[in-house]
């Protein structure tokens, strides 16, 4: 099926370019948005793709205002590409009614379960047609890939790295929801997405899917200590703890006095750029 991609704006920065895009998605039955940052190298070639995968409550648009990613990817010669969180308007009745579950909560799962079903294939969304849709709309450099992520979306970047092997050649994450499977966030989502069957879960949790034998690039992770999300919904040391049983190589720092938010993304992403660069440009 053709795509045709529609540009909502762009926006001259650093060099390069910010620009929002939106089509209409083969993967999530209707219309979905994505930005990217094309940095000006890309104006002579080629550049390696970094995919960031926001968290709950967001969008494409909050890595782009928030993150402070731009200067550095700019001279790192990155392109950064940020899908949103979710489908939106989907007409499922109240989509929206939870921040938890629906709209801007898709946690980069291919619901089985209606009336989700049809809609919700996020998975498939950052893994398939959003890479189709960067590597013919935009000058990147298909064969180096690298994903990270925030919270939901630390998440996201560690299953599709670990259902993906070899495809990316970098991961990191901020502030991860580790093991869905056992906070209150993955019972309340998975269990609305995937059903009550929690043996079907296991192939989206990261601890679970570490443990069963998937490996990625080593993994750069980074914890705020004042995080309010800590203890309940992230637990940081099942995922230390998954890696260490298997030899999965892992660099977990926990940053004291940090929270969960973008002051704390912010202050890091310059490390987790280069994190990606080191792997993607080499």
């Not at 968290?55 to 402070?68: D, M, R």
């Amino acid at each position: 099926m053709e795509t045709s991609l529609q540009t909502a704006s762009e926006h001259a920065c650093f060099g390069g370019t910010v620009g929002f895009y939106k089509h209409t998605s083969r993967e999530c039955g209707g219309e979905m948005r994505f930005s990217v940052y094309t940095p000006p190298q890309a104006r002579a070639g080629q550049v390696p793709v970094l995919y960031f995968l926001s968290g709950l409550s967001c969008s494409e648009e909050t890595f782009q205002i928030k993150a402070g990613a731009q200067r550095l990817a700019a001279e790192l010669g990155l392109m950064l590409v940020v899908p949103d969180t979710s489908p939106r308007n989907t007409g499922i009745p109240q989509e929206d009614a939870d921040w938890e579950v629906g709209t801007a909560a898709g946690f980069y799962v291919d619901a089985t379960q209606a009336p989700w079903a049809s809609r919700f294939r996020m998975y498939s969304y950052v893994t398939r047609e959003l890479p189709e849709l960067v590597g013919k709309h935009f000058p990147a450099r298909m064969d180096r890939e690298g994903i990270f992520g925030h919270s939901m979306g630390g998440h996201g970047a560690l299953i599709c790295a670990l259902r993906q092997p070899g495809r990316y050649r970098s991961v990191s994450a901020f502030a991860p929801i580790s093991a869905p499977r056992s906070c209150p966030w993955g019972h309340k989502a998975f269990g609305k997405y995937l059903g009550a069957d929690q043996d079907a879960w296991r192939e989206w949790d990261a601890t679970e899917l570490l443990r069963g034998g998937a490996r990625v690039p080593p993994l750069l992770v980074d914890q705020g200590t004042r995080d309010k999300f800590l203890a309940e919904q992230l637990k940081p040391d099942l995922l230390r703890q998954a890696c260490e049983q298997v030899g999965q190589p892992l660099t977990l720092r926990s940053q004291d006095g940090y929270d969960h938010g973008y002051y704390f993304v912010s202050t890091f992403m310059a490390d987790h750029l280069r994190h990606h660069a080191a792997a993607l440009t080499a």
